[in-house]
């Protein structure tokens, strides 16, 4: 069982240069999330999803677009990277249980730096 | 948005020594979960609260849930060399239930 699969693991990007983050679910999961961590803090919401063809903001969406066109693939796209994006990114995807939302279930991340 | 104080931010401790850490919150929580992150990967879930006043345990990890909802603890009993790593506190708030929370973590580094 692979669990939340995210590539590429290392990325250096350009600025102004544009990529994509891959993340894939095989637990048929309908919540998928995409956080970044800055060193030494904690995790920020960028986008998250609902379910397939649902996207919402997070805390900080700006530079980002997500989409969600089927329940195992929620990519997250940047357009115009900027140094300020530099960071660790990681996706993660979760179930509702009776008593609510279960805990995420993390991929292992993609350190992206922008120079 | 909301925010998670997670307290201390790093501990350095002998092995064999108990730990202890804490999250509290302005907003009520309905649920609390901990997380651990080791070097280069991401957080694995340790435990997970639900209900108020609830205390889980996990091997040598045991939380609980504060009475008020605002707060929740993590302690380690016995630490060992692989408790190395950044626990996190994270929660949902009553309203808008889909999106975790997360704390500042805190950075757990044991001297054998």
Redesign the interface.
């Known amino acids: 069982n692979a669990g939340v699969t995210q590539t590429p693991k290392f990325r250096i990007l350009k600025i102004g240069q544009s990529m994509t983050l891959q993340c894939t679910q095989d637990m048929n999961h309908n919540y998928m999330y995409w956080y970044r961590q800055d060193p030494g803090m904690g995790l920020k919401l960028i986008y998250y999803s609902v379910g397939a063809g649902i996207t919402d903001k997070g805390e900080v969406p700006n530079g980002y677009n997500v989409s969600r066109s089927t329940t195992e693939d929620f990519p997250l796209r940047l357009e115009l990277a900027a140094p300020s994006q530099t960071s660790v990114y990681f996706c993660a995807s979760s179930y509702s249980t009776g008593q609510g939302i279960g805990g995420y279930t993390f991929g292992s991340g993609t350190r992206l730096t922008v120079v | 948005?909301q925010q998670l104080n997670?307290s201390p931010q790093s501990m350095f401790i002998q092995e064999g020594e108990d730990v202890s850490m804490n999250c509290t919150s302005s907003s009520i929580f309905?649920?609390w979960?901990w997380y651990k992150q080791e070097p280069?990967?991401?957080?694995?879930?340790l435990i997970?609260l639900?209900k108020a006043g609830e205390l889980t345990s996990n091997g040598r990890l045991t939380a609980q849930f504060g009475i008020t909802r605002k707060d929740s603890f993590l302690n380690i009993s016995a630490s060992i060399p692989s408790d190395v790593g950044i626990y996190?506190c994270?929660g949902?708030i009553i309203q808008g239930?889909?999106?975790?929370v997360?704390?500042?973590?805190t950075r757990l580094t044991i001297n054998p």
Do not use: S
């Not at chain 2, 280069?40 to 879930?45: F, K, S, T």
């Not at chain 2, 997360?102 to 973590?105: D, R």
């Open positions: 948005g997670q309905n649920t979960l280069g990967e991401g957080p694995v879930l997970a639900y996190f994270a949902y239930a889909q999106k975790l997360f704390g500042q973590g």
